[in-house]
């Protein structure tokens, strides 16, 4: 009965590991996703057409 527990106990532990990788690696892929939507924004603030409507962005469409 003891190495019954002693193992769940073991296997608890694995899963909690696990959990916290896996929550671990999404906050990682999380942060680096907005670091590239913010330079994205970046480079769209700065390349946005003048007033009169003529400038650098070209609308393409397949």
């Known amino acids: ?3 019954y527990i002693a193992g769940l106990s073991m296997q ?3 899963s909690n590991m696990q959990t ?3 929550v671990g ?3 990682k892929t999380m942060d ?3 670091e590239s939507m913010e330079i994205m924004t ?3 603030d ?3 057409p003048s ?3 003529r400038g650098t962005v070209m609308d393409v469409r397949a």
């Open 1 to 3: 009965m003891e190495s």
């Open 12 to 14: 608890m532990a694995m």
């Open 20 to 22: 916290s990788l896996s």
């Open 25 to 27: 690696m999404l906050k």
């Open 32 to 34: 680096s996703a907005e």
């Open 42 to 44: 970046e480079m769209l």
């Open 46 to 48: 700065a390349n946005m």
């Open 51 to 53: 007033p009169d409507g």
